[in-house]
């Protein structure tokens, strides 16, 4: 079970053959690496699944390697043209995950020196379009770890900037909390040719200027996303896990957040939050024993706006009315005057 979903293995995965598998996408959501947080979103497994699976069949015809089998209904896999009601589960090929060993306050990663192929590349591949408030970015500056000539800039940059192009981070996937790093790290860490990273970065190019392109027509500007890439069993990407949806990117509209971030946003404002940022500080693998606060619920009006927003977005990014929520434009705009009370 992970934070956000669960993984069913219906055909172990082996060096050779990918296997087969079923996210089971949940109402739960996680902020900040905590986990489980205390609300379910209600129908957000669904919406999550259900723009997951319109994304893939789109790349697929694009002629884009993805591991999506289809959607699960009445125990088979479908498309989503043939799905009668929505649906919370995928059906996918299953690639192995290879950990990293922990040694004291590091990982080892040279399991990957050996393992070639059929397996889950161990980094959350990102791109950014614009630098919103609450950036991870402007957090790496303020503490040097970043230069802004790092991520091609002439000068520091101000929250809120929109990129002349985008830029592409990438993190760690596998260890205890997600650490940026270099894409040389990256290119060492994996084992990648310098071929395998030129295209990585085109890929994670492509799938940016789609998703900014379909959400575009509903009047959202894409801030930022990520992706994940597995190899198959030839030694070539294949896109995994999930894709376009609002967990795995941070949109607006008119400048009002339309993702994950509004939880963020709520949850900053908190004493719990400072609570895990020093944490973090402290003890970077086992920084949640330190916290001592659980994370309060969101607030009743907040949580209501959330589900909807997910419905609403997934009905409008599909073209297909599958949940019974008011269009995505008068839910934000009810947004606008619940962060104005």
């Given at each position: 079970m992970?934070?956000?979903k669960?993984?069913l293995?219906?055909e172990?995965?082996?060096?050779?053959k990918?296997g087969?598998?079923?996210f089971?996408?949940s109402?739960?959501y996680?902020v900040?690496?905590?986990?489980?947080?205390p609300d379910?979103?209600a129908?957000?497994?669904?919406a999550i699944?259900l723009?997951t699976?319109y994304?893939?069949?789109k790349?697929?015809a694009?002629g884009?390697k993805?591991h999506?089998l289809?959607?699960?209904?009445?125990?088979?896999a479908k498309?989503?043209?043939?799905?009668?009601?929505p649906s919370a589960t995928?059906?996918?090929?299953?690639l192995?995950?290879?950990?990293?060993?922990?040694?004291?306050?590091s990982?080892?990663?040279?399991?990957y020196k050996?393992?070639t192929k059929?397996f889950?590349?161990p980094?959350e591949?990102?791109?950014?379009n614009s630098l919103?408030e609450?950036s991870?970015?402007?957090?790496r500056?303020?503490e040097?770890?970043i230069k802004f000539?790092?991520?091609?800039?002439d000068?520091m940059?101000e929250?809120?900037?929109?990129l002349?192009?985008?830029?592409?981070?990438?993190?760690?996937k596998l260890?205890?909390t997600?650490?940026?790093i270099?894409w040389?790290?990256?290119?060492s860490?994996c084992?990648?040719?310098?071929?395998?990273?030129?295209?990585?970065?085109?890929i994670?190019?492509f799938?940016?200027?789609?998703i900014?392109?379909e959400?575009k027509?509903?009047?959202?500007f894409n801030?930022d996303?990520k992706?994940?890439?597995?190899?198959?069993?030839?030694?070539k990407?294949?896109?995994?896990?999930?894709?376009g949806t609002?967990?795995?990117?941070?949109?607006t509209?008119?400048?009002l957040?339309v993702?994950?971030?509004?939880?963020?946003?709520y949850?900053r404002q908190?004493e719990w939050f400072?609570?895990?940022?020093e944490?973090?500080?402290k003890?970077?693998?086992?920084?949640k024993s330190?916290?001592?606060?659980?994370?309060?619920k969101l607030?009743?009006?907040?949580?209501?706006?959330?589900s909807q927003?997910y419905?609403a977005?997934?009905?409008e990014?599909?073209g297909q009315?599958?949940f019974?929520?008011a269009?995505?434009?008068?839910?934000?705009?009810?947004?606008?005057k619940i962060?104005?009370?």
């Amino acid at each position: 079970m992970g934070s956000v979903k669960d993984l069913l293995v219906r055909e172990s995965p082996t060096a050779e053959k990918p296997g087969v598998g079923r996210f089971i996408f949940s109402d739960r959501y996680s902020v900040f690496d905590w986990g489980e947080m205390p609300d379910h979103i209600a129908k957000k497994g669904q919406a999550i699944c259900l723009v997951t699976a319109y994304f893939f069949e789109k790349l697929e015809a694009m002629g884009l390697k993805t591991h999506y089998l289809g959607v699960v209904e009445d125990g088979q896999a479908k498309r989503l043209k043939d799905l009668k009601a929505p649906s919370a589960t995928l059906e996918i090929k299953l690639l192995r995950v290879i950990k990293p060993e922990v040694k004291g306050e590091s990982y080892d990663y040279s399991i990957y020196k050996k393992e070639t192929k059929n397996f889950l590349i161990p980094l959350e591949i990102i791109y950014r379009n614009s630098l919103p408030e609450g950036s991870s970015v402007f957090k790496r500056l303020k503490e040097g770890s970043i230069k802004f000539t790092d991520l091609g800039l002439d000068k520091m940059p101000e929250p809120g900037q929109i990129l002349e192009k985008p830029i592409y981070d990438v993190s760690t996937k596998l260890e205890v909390t997600d650490r940026y790093i270099t894409w040389e790290e990256a290119k060492s860490i994996c084992q990648l040719s310098d071929q395998e990273l030129r295209e990585m970065k085109e890929i994670v190019a492509f799938i940016n200027d789609l998703i900014t392109k379909e959400t575009k027509k509903l009047g959202l500007f894409n801030e930022d996303g990520k992706i994940e890439l597995g190899f198959d069993e030839n030694r070539k990407f294949i896109l995994v896990d999930a894709l376009g949806t609002l967990d795995e990117c941070r949109f607006t509209y008119d400048g009002l957040p339309v993702s994950k971030e509004i939880a963020r946003i709520y949850y900053r404002q908190t004493e719990w939050f400072k609570e895990v940022e020093e944490a973090k500080k402290k003890d970077r693998l086992n920084w949640k024993s330190v916290v001592k606060s659980q994370p309060p619920k969101l607030p009743p009006n907040l949580y209501e706006t959330i589900s909807q927003i997910y419905q609403a977005y997934t009905n409008e990014i599909t073209g297909q009315n599958w949940f019974d929520v008011a269009s995505l434009h008068k839910i934000l705009e009810n947004l606008k005057k619940i962060a104005q009370s």
